[in-house]
């Protein structure tokens, strides 16, 4: 059954970039702390990232983000989805207006711009698509921006959440949660602490 699964890195006081983040500077000041797990030598590390990779039928993700991973120091051939997993899933950008060009034209792009709902059904289709093609099990992953996981699971969008906790402290920078979202009930359904990182991943209740 396919799922909608947030997976994002987060600070250990709740920042998703470090501070200053803006389109030259994606991350933040220091913000690359939080992906240092994906491109550890940690075998539980390359494992959990390998297998995010592996069952991702559609990935969504906010404009700002897109901006980030389009841009000249993003993406590449060598670093892209799932960072040297570089997977290929279908990529749904939620966006007011598409741009006029994207540079990683041999992705599969599609621009939603009738809003997050929509943009979670389109996603779910194409994963349900890759699903069906592949035989295995395949899921729409929210990878980010901060605004667009939170919206996601205020809406009640999101079926499961996973936290990659980095061990750092920003003080500043990108909150995952502000404060305003509805209360949610999760269960618990892993962690996993490895060298650089820990991993909790959450079921989260309807309600």
């Known amino acids: 059954m396919t799922r909608v699964i947030a997976d994002i890195s987060v600070s250990l006081d709740g920042f998703v970039t470090g501070p200053d983040a803006g389109p030259s500077n994606g991350m933040g000041t220091g913000g690359e702390a939080l992906h240092a797990w994906a491109l550890s ?12 990779t592996v069952r991702t039928g559609a990935v969504i993700l906010g404009r700002r983000l897109f901006d980030v991973v389009d841009g000249p120091d993003g993406w590449s051939d060598e670093m892209g989805y799932g960072a040297r997993e570089v ?12 741009p006029a060009e994207v540079r990683l034209a041999h992705l599969d792009w599609e621009f939603v711009t009738t809003g997050l709902v929509d943009a979670v059904a389109r996603a779910r289709e194409r994963a349900e698509a890759a699903e069906a093609l592949a035989g295995e099990e395949r899921h729409v992953v929210l990878m980010g921006g901060g605004a667009t996981v939170g919206s996601a ?5 999101v079926d499961e959440l996973t936290l990659h906790v980095a061990p750092v402290l920003f003080g500043h920078g990108t909150k995952l949660f502000t404060g305003g979202e509805p ?11 490895t060298s ?12």
Request: hydrophobic letters at 40%.
């Open 196 to 207: 650089t990182a820990t991993h909790l991943t959450y079921d989260i209740l309807p309600g």
């Open 41 to 52: 030598g940690d075998p539980d590390d390359q494992r959990l990232l390998a297998e995010g």
């Open 87 to 98: 997977g290929r899933p279908a990529f749904i950008v939620l966006t007011r207006e598409p």
């Open 183 to 193: 209360a949610r009930t999760l269960r618990q359904r892993s962690v996993i602490a």
């Open 153 to 157: 699971i205020a809406a009640g969008l």
